[in-house]
Structure formats: C-alpha cells, structure tokens
C-alpha cells in the first residue's frame, strides 16, 4: 500500500475519535508523514463529504484546551490570592500584638504557601506571648 493511502487511512482513523482524542492523534500521524504526503492527505480529506473538517476538529481541540487552562489558571489564582489573603492577615495580627514585625519575620511568613501551616500561624500569632515565642513554635 502506497504511503499516501497508509496515512489517509490512519487520518481518517483518527478523525474517527471523540474530538479531546483526534487532534492529538491526527497530529501524530500527519507529524510522521513526509510533508508533501501530510498536506497531499488534509486536503483530501477537507474534500470528504460527511467527514469532520480537520479544521472543526482542530479548532474544537484548542478550544478544549484553552478552556482547561483557563479553569487550572482560575483555580491557581485563586489559590494564591487566599494564600496572600492569610500572608496579609498574618502580619497585621503579628503588629497589632507586637509592633513592628521585622523584615526577616515577614519574609518569612511570604515564603509559606501552605495554607493550613498560616492558619497555624493566625492561631499562633492570637496566643502567643511574644514575637520571639511566635517564631519559635510557628514551624
């Protein structure tokens, strides 16, 4: 079989797939074809009556994608903006107790992303006798 017909075949393949799966695997098989082959095949198969367009699959898979990134973007911004809202709430405590809260001890607490480990903190900070005692048993 010709390698034009053999790549045809594994095109329509993977055009056959749910669209999360056949961009990737269209990809793959036209990414492994000689150049002339792989765009001899797409335009072929944009010709196929009742066929999804490679571009419609295409398309609906960078969409896909671009959704899950943004959703992972959201949900890590907003991860980080409750880990600054504690880094924040953290050091007003420690001032309205103690002062002035050193440099060091600030860019310590900035260093902590770990959200249970600042609310350890936010209690610590509430009971503590001291600055020193706080920085001692915050670990």
Do not use: N, Y
Not at 10 to 38: I, K, Q
Not at 73 to 90: I, K, M, N, S, W
Not at 106 to 123: P, S, Y
Request: with cysteine; charged share 25%.
């Amino acid at each position: 079989m010709p390698v034009e017909q053999r790549v045809r075949q594994a095109a329509e393949m993977a055009l056959a797939l749910p669209a999360a799966w056949a961009a990737p695997a269209l990809a793959c098989v036209l990414g492994t074809a000689p150049a002339a082959v792989a765009v001899a095949v797409l335009e072929s198969l944009k010709e196929v009556r009742g066929m999804r367009s490679v571009l419609d699959v295409l398309v609906e898979e960078a969409e896909a994608a671009e959704a899950r990134g943004e959703a992972r973007g959201e949900a890590r911004g907003e991860a980080r903006g409750q880990v600054e809202g504690r880094q924040c709430a953290l050091v007003r405590v420690l001032q309205a107790r103690f002062g002035a809260v050193p440099d060091t001890c600030r860019a310590r607490i900035d260093a902590v992303v770990d959200a249970d480990l600042l609310d350890r903190g936010l209690e610590l900070a509430v009971t503590a006798d001291s600055l020193a005692s706080f920085l001692r048993d915050w670990d």
